[in-house]
């Protein structure tokens, strides 16, 4: 069978030789997890530093803060960062262990398991979410202590931003990697009807409208609030910030974008593959179901239509033994 396979295995038959041992599947998925803290990782520690120099160098305080001010920002920074890292750790470790459980025991997840794997990508989105609504609320108190409500506004508003275009980079790249075990936990079927697990994926139409707001609509808004607590400021002033919000805002527009259309266009380049494979006759095609919504439902319909084709030429071929074949 010309069927895909992924480091965690096939979904789990009830039985036959296919089995895949729960103990290489559980440090596949160690292995996962692994890698998608990395990604999360990088992917906020690259926001952080952006909103960093943009507040810090770009667009710094005006007046500019006492020097104790400033040793307390530096200070503070890397301090609640590695916070927020090590409180992000321990969530991820206790989000994991029910997957890893159920890895280990190689069956079919049950219907709570199978939610919470498809769920994995808005938890670690909001998981770093929260850390930047955090951020920006004490950093913003900080700043309210020697400079006027204005510019507090426009720190809070530059770190609010910075965190939705990272938690929406996070979103994609956890939701890509994850790919492999939604295939897993989804076992070949998208479950569907009111509450289904369906509605825990981002469909296509809003996936690719969040990408366009957190890429270049966060950079649009934050070049409006570059103007904030600036009224008295040449025009000359403002070309270092709005050229710094210009590049940070392809840049995030395009990373948010290409994942987007990635997630849309790998898996129906692989539908697309095998059902050319169909039409050169190959009825014994497979390809794995790893979406939730409707990329997973055309994925889902392609097996059911392959299945009934085979089981239509087996008839055809029962019919011919005793049958002429164009009569079957």
Do not use: C
């Amino acid at each position: 069978m010309a069927s895909e396979t992924t480091e965690l295995g096939s979904p789990p038959p009830d039985s036959g030789p296919e089995r895949v041992d729960g103990g290489a599947r559980t440090l596949a998925g160690r292995r996962l997890f692994r890698a998608l803290y990395r990604r999360a990782l990088a992917a906020n520690a690259l926001g952080a530093t952006l909103a960093y120099i943009y507040l810090s160098f770009v667009a710094p305080p005006q007046p500019s803060p006492p020097g104790h001010e400033l040793f307390l920002y530096l200070g503070v920074a890397p301090v609640y960062f590695l916070i927020a890292l090590a409180v992000g750790n321990q969530v991820s470790k206790r989000t994991s262990r029910p997957v890893e459980n159920w890895l280990a025991e190689n069956r079919a997840p049950s219907s709570e398991e199978r939610t919470l794997v498809l769920s994995l990508p808005w938890r670690a989105a909001g998981l770093g979410g929260a850390a930047w609504l955090v951020a920006g609320i004490l950093f913003g108190a900080q700043t309210a202590t020697h400079h006027p409500a204005v510019y507090v506004a426009g720190v809070v508003l530059g770190i609010v931003l910075a965190g939705l275009t990272t938690t929406g980079i996070t979103f994609l790249l956890v939701e890509r990697a994850l790919r492999p075990l939604f295939a897993l936990a989804l076992a070949g079927e998208t479950p569907s009807g009111p509450g289904s697990v369906a509605a825990r994926t981002l469909r296509t139409a809003p996936r690719l409208l969040v990408s366009w707001a957190l890429g270049s609509g966060v950079a649009l808004v934050a070049i409006a609030g570059a103007f904030l607590g600036r009224g008295d400021s040449r025009g000359d002033d403002l070309i270092g910030p709005i050229l710094f919000l210009v590049v940070a805002g392809l840049f995030a527009g395009g990373v948010l974008t290409a994942a987007a259309a990635s997630s849309i266009a790998a898996p129906v380049d692989r539908v697309r593959a095998a059902i050319e494979r169909v039409e050169a006759g190959s009825l014994d095609e497979k390809v794995l179901v790893d979406d939730g919504g409707e990329i997973g439902f055309l994925q889902a319909g392609f097996n059911r239509m392959v299945a009934g084709l085979r089981d239509r030429e087996r008839i055809r071929d029962a019919f011919g033994t005793y049958v002429d074949r164009e009569v079957a």
